[in-house]
């Protein structure tokens, strides 16, 4: 029997890979047609029968949060996306538990063939309440060991992100764990940064580690690194990248605390790690960066565009409730933080840091970052 790759092993069935259309396309519907539906009920009744009683709009979105909740539609709403998210876990996770022992016998073999790292801690001790919190609502969380199947969390995660791609059509001509926003993250670098040539390079916050594979694959030659709390996530990206023939170092690790030296790094990248993790702890995370970072060295993250300006009271309270109720819990901390304050307090000069809203789809992403010790034209975030 020909021996798969871990990619050729994450084939759903026919029967699964219907089930996982249907999510797709339930949280398609939930989170674009019928959330948009509430703008045009906060628009045409609730904004003015509060303005009628009131003289004025509801301030912000904790004001305007009771004002929808007696709604049948932000019932329905709220119902549909709790809802979608169970199924997504109930379908991924069939397809997940039933692979999952040539899964794990295929990266046992191929476990150090390709030269990298994978380095644990243990002893670490996990922040509260992040170590508490089952963020999207993943079974167990990012840090469940799940007995003696070591890759089942990382794979849980895997299986997520390629039934988002292949709900948003991404998936048809691209195989399965293509490191698509490192690409993504790559072309804003190339855009705004074309002279940068990383030797070594982070990714910080790297998860099950398969963005971290697209920069490899864009710089070959550089060392590159990947950290991450969850130890079960570390481990899944070992055995992704070993079973591709990447060398790549992983390491578990507070990224507040990396363990590297000073100015080991003249790239690091992070997707979504500011708003999966609490806001109180960026400041520390963003100077441990700058410390890491070489003379030219850059840090650029990239997350979710949803500080309060850019968006309606309806998309704001809808953002709220994914706090509150859908495993999103450091999520609108993160988009009432101003970044580029941040930045500045972590040591980060002016004319070093970078903020700017770059073009996704149909919408943005929100990247923000700095160039140590080389002076580049401040970018704000626009609206």
């Known amino acids: 029997m020909t021996d798969l790759s871990l990619r050729q092993l994450y084939r759903p069935t026919h029967d699964e890979n219907a089930r996982h259309r249907f999510v797709g396309a339930l949280k398609g519907y939930a989170n674009g047609a019928l959330e948009a539906s509430l703008d045009t009920l906060y628009t045409r009744q609730i904004e003015p029968d509060f303005r009628a009683r009131n003289g004025r709009a509801p301030a912000d979105r904790e004001e305007a949060t009771p004002l929808?909740?007696?709604?049948?539609?932000?019932q329905l709403w709220g119902s549909m996306v709790y809802a979608s998210q169970d199924?997504?876990?109930?379908?991924?996770?069939e397809t997940c538990r039933r692979i999952l022992p040539a899964f794990e016998a295929r990266a046992a073999r191929t476990s150090g063939q390709a030269g990298g790292t994978l380095t644990l801690s243990p002893s670490l001790p996990l922040p509260e309440p992040i170590a508490s919190t089952h963020i999207h609502r993943q079974p167990g969380g990012?840090?469940?060991?799940?007995?003696?199947?070591?890759?089942?969390?990382?794979?849980?995660?895997?299986?997520?992100?390629?039934l988002y791609r292949a709900a948003k059509g991404l998936s048809a001509n691209a195989p399965v764990g293509e490191p698509g926003m490192a690409r993504y993250i790559l072309s804003v670098i190339g855009k705004h940064y074309p002279?940068?040539?990383?030797?070594?390079?982070?990714?910080?916050?790297?998860g099950p580690g398969?963005?971290?594979?697209?920069?490899?694959?864009?710089?070959?030659?550089?060392?590159?690194?990947?950290?991450?709390l969850s130890a079960p996530f570390m481990r899944f990206a070992h055995a992704w990248a070993e079973d591709l023939g990447l060398p790549l170092h992983f390491r578990q690790a507070d990224a507040r605390d990396t363990g590297y030296p000073d100015g080991h790094f003249d790239l690091i990248v992070s997707h979504i790690l500011c708003h999966e993790t609490w806001h109180d702890v960026l400041p520390a995370i963003f100077a441990e960066?700058?410390?890491?970072?070489?003379?030219?060295?850059?840090?650029?993250?990239?997350?979710?565009?949803?500080?309060?300006?850019r968006l309606s009271v309806a998309r704001q309270v809808t953002n709220h409730w994914q706090v509150r109720n859908n495993g999103e819990p450091f999520w609108t901390g993160f988009a009432d933080t101003e970044v580029p304050a941040l930045l500045a307090s972590a040591g980060f000069g002016e004319d070093e840091i970078h903020a700017s809203y770059e073009p996704l789809g149909a919408g943005a992403y929100y990247f923000f970052g700095g160039r140590r010790g080389r002076a580049s034209a401040t970018r704000r975030a626009a609206a």
């Open 68 to 74: 929808f909740e007696s709604e049948p539609l932000y």
């Open 87 to 93: 199924f997504m876990w109930q379908s991924v996770g």
């Open 142 to 162: 990012y840090f469940a060991s799940h007995d003696t199947h070591a890759l089942l969390t990382g794979l849980l995660y895997f299986g997520t992100v390629e």
């Open 195 to 206: 002279d940068l040539k990383p030797r070594r390079i982070l990714d910080l916050g790297c």
């Open 210 to 228: 398969t963005e971290t594979v697209g920069l490899k694959q864009a710089f070959p030659d550089a060392e590159v690194h990947g950290l991450d």
């Open 289 to 309: 960066a700058h410390r890491l970072l070489a003379p030219g060295g850059l840090l650029l993250n990239a997350d979710v565009p949803y500080q309060p300006a």
